[in-house]
């Protein structure tokens, strides 16, 4: 309990994670309510319409659960960390943890918002969540945000280069998963099994034709995350800080 206290008072001790919160916030929030306000001109706005943004907030989840570790290398301070606590797989966990239970709240908060400012937005009972998949995706987007956190700070740790880290989680889920599509003949089979292709199947209603099903998709991107994670504590335990 005393190691996550510490990463908590660590993580909140500068402005960049609120600002990075905020920003995940509003930029969900509020593109999903402008997206709304047009949409509801024409058509009847439904609950998975109101997720279609998420990765936005997501990638910027991310940058902040990376920086939390990388900035700790930038400036020495991960040295102390490792000598006030010998083990340094605790310590890593304790920092995944906090950064774990803080995405997944801002996920739900953005999800929830999401769905909430366009329910007031359109006024109509189309919005309300009635089947299992629009709760699996709003209610469920905590753990697509908790994972992508894990995932983050093992890429910082394996990397220790903020610009390197932060470059990768941005292109990666954004840009990468998508050009890989184009590789003839096996593009199609390596798109299907993209970590964030995987998610967006658990965050999503709709039946993309994937190998695996929702919850297929989540398990497969925590088995990823976990993989990183595993690789990242026994690089941090055999390198030195």
Do not use: N
Request: charged fraction near 15%.
């Amino acid at each position: 309990m005393t190691l996550l206290a510490v990463e908590r008072i660590k993580l909140f001790s500068t402005r960049a994670p609120v600002w990075c919160i905020a920003t995940a916030l509003v930029l969900t929030i509020g593109i999903t309510a402008g997206l709304v306000s047009l949409a509801a001109r024409d058509s009847t706005v439904r609950p998975e319409g109101t997720q279609t943004v998420y990765i936005l907030g997501l990638v910027v989840i991310m940058v902040m659960a990376t920086l939390s570790v990388t900035t700790e290398y930038r400036f020495g301070t991960i040295k102390a960390t490792f000598q006030a606590v010998p083990s340094r797989t605790r310590a890593l966990l304790a920092k995944v943890t906090v950064l774990a239970l803080v995405a997944g709240a801002v996920g739900e908060v953005s999800s929830f918002g999401s769905w909430g400012v366009a329910r007031l937005i359109t006024g109509s009972s189309a919005t309300d969540i009635t089947t299992a998949a629009q709760w699996r995706e709003i209610a469920g987007m905590g753990l697509v945000y908790a994972i992508a956190a894990v995932l983050a700070v093992a890429v910082g740790a394996l990397l220790r280069q903020s610009a390197a880290a932060v470059a990768i989680l941005l292109v990666f889920p954004l840009l990468v998963e998508q050009l890989v599509e184009i590789i003839p003949r096996v593009g199609d089979q390596l798109h299907e099994w993209m970590p964030f292709v995987a998610a967006g199947q658990f965050a999503s209603t709709v039946d993309k034709g994937l190998p695996y099903g929702p919850w297929g998709g989540l398990l497969y991107f925590a088995a990823v995350a976990a993989a990183l994670l595993v690789a990242a504590l026994v690089v941090v335990e055999k390198r030195d800080a």
